[in-house]
């Protein structure tokens, strides 16, 4: 089978083909496992750190890919409710201990980077963590869904926003402008400010329904009772927590923060950052149960996920894109 793999750290600055195109053996599913023909793959910033060594694999060489979206081609011993050609997708966490702190267990495994992913013609995945898709989504509609969707639909829970609070988004890319979707729904008297450095994705949010958008360090018309920050810097955080109400939360809804700008830290104020019972919270993963609970909701919804398509040998393109230039959505890789 074609799949893309990571076979070593380096850094996406000045590489422009940081994964390799192999021809790997299919793999067979064990027992209690499914093996899935995947149909699409969605690119994320976690392959970014992942390939930067942020979060490094566990091995090399290793397919990276944990957006997936494929079709099930054969059952492991075991296995039951499920049926071949059943359509199902699979996120981050790839297994775990099946309890509600799965996403901090050590037994916590990642999809594309302690484990194959979906970078690739096929996969294997234990059949618990694979979910059903609704029909409202196409395959590339559907593949952001699994990590962008699903993290900032836990990210939005680890709020603990009632209806009519004020929402904050920073960064607005592929799991911001669905958070915003999601916000409108569940909360539909809380008016959403998102910050973002690109005046295009500004317009998008705007367009999506939010309240109000900015650039990261502008002030919003109104202290925010939440805030959830998607980007990959330090001073996004900083900004935020002086945007903030008293008593406020920031949940940090990333795998792992660059350096670049770690030094603007020492910017941070007691008084104007932190003091009157503001709270840090950052997210840790994804549950089954979060996924589990997400996709019905995103096609009640329904969420309209804004993709952009690559090949299965694009992905280096994409990832490169993704890293140096403001994203509009989310990149989905289309295998089948």
Not at 24 to 42: D, T, W
Not at 122 to 146: G, K, R
């Amino acid at each position: 089978m074609r799949a893309m793999v990571i076979d070593r750290v380096v850094s996406l600055e000045n590489n422009d083909t940081p994964l390799r195109l192999v021809d790997l053996p299919v793999p067979e599913p064990a027992a209690g496992e499914v093996r899935l023909r995947i149909a699409a793959c969605g690119v994320c910033h976690t392959e970014l750190d992942e390939i930067e060594g942020r979060t490094p694999p566990s091995s090399f060489p290793r397919v990276p890919g944990h957006e997936v979206v494929g079709y099930v081609d054969k059952i492991g011993q075991g296995v039951s409710g499920m049926a071949v050609g059943d359509r199902v997708g699979v996120g981050w966490i790839h297994s775990s201990t099946g309890e509600p702190d799965e996403n901090v267990s050590p037994s916590f495994k990642a999809t594309g980077r302690d484990v194959n992913g979906g970078y690739a013609e096929f996969m294997t995945v234990p059949a618990a963590y694979a979910y059903p898709i609704p029909d409202a989504f196409s395959d590339l509609e559907a593949a952001p869904l699994l990590c962008a969707g699903g993290v900032g639909y836990r990210s939005l829970k680890l709020t603990g926003l009632s209806d009519g609070q004020r929402l904050g988004l920073t960064g607005f890319g592929g799991s911001a402008h669905l958070v915003l979707q999601m916000a409108r729904h569940l909360y539909p008297d809380s008016p959403v400010s998102v910050f973002a450095r690109d005046a295009e994705a500004r317009a998008f949010a705007l367009q999506l329904g939010a309240a109000w958008s900015g650039d990261t360090g502008d002030e919003p018309p109104h202290r925010l009772h939440a805030i959830i920050d998607t980007t990959p810097a330090w001073r996004p955080v900083v900004a935020a927590l002086a945007a903030l109400r008293p008593g406020g939360r920031l949940v940090i809804n990333a795998i792992r923060k660059e350096e670049a700008d770690k030094a603007c830290l020492q910017d941070l104020s007691f008084a104007d950052h932190l003091w009157q019972e503001k709270e840090i919270k950052s997210v840790a993963n994804v549950t089954r149960q979060d996924l589990a609970e997400f996709l019905p909701l995103a096609a009640r919804i329904p969420l309209r996920p804004e993709v952009e398509p690559y090949p299965l040998e694009g992905a280096n393109e994409a990832l490169v894109a993704l890293k140096r230039h403001a994203v509009k959505g989310a990149k989905v890789l289309k295998i089948r």
